[in-house]
Nanobody
């Protein structure tokens, strides 16, 4: 069973902050790359940041480095899996160019932010509008 559900998107003024959440239900593999992507109108899907459940290593896109921070919950699971139940994206100093639909994605093998088309599982997205 695989499910990713994003929430937290809303309209915000430039310079403001917002935290997105992604509720995760994943199985089959012990660990997953969990990433945040965004897609602005008329543009392709852009990788923002990702975290690997096995090591918690984080990678950021240059466009958000220093402003966006992904994180995960550390609730211990009954099955001892390191896959988080929730991941978050803290976004600070939001700019007009950050306006986009934001997606949570997961894949057991692909972790590159530049390979959005290869990520296997996707949520439905949550809209962030900066004005």
């Amino acid at each position: 069973h695989v499910q990713l559900v994003e929430s937290g998107g809303e309209s915000v003024q430039a310079g403001g902050s917002l935290t997105l959440s992604c509720e995760i239900s994943l199985s089959l593999h012990s660990n997953y790359f969990i990433g945040w992507f965004r897609q602005a109108p008329g543009k392709g899907r852009e990788g923002v940041a990702r975290i690997y459940s096995g090591t918690d290593k984080i990678i950021y896109a240059d466009s958000v480095k220093g402003r966006f921070t992904p994180s995960r919950d550390n609730t211990k699971r009954a099955d001892y899996s390191r896959i988080p139940s929730m991941v978050y994206l803290q976004m600070n100093n939001l700019q007009l160019d950050d306006t986009a639909m934001y997606y949570c994605a997961a894949d057991p093998f692909v972790g590159e932010l530049g390979r959005a088309d290869d990520w296997r599982y996707w949520g439905q997205g949550t809209q962030v509008t900066v004005s």
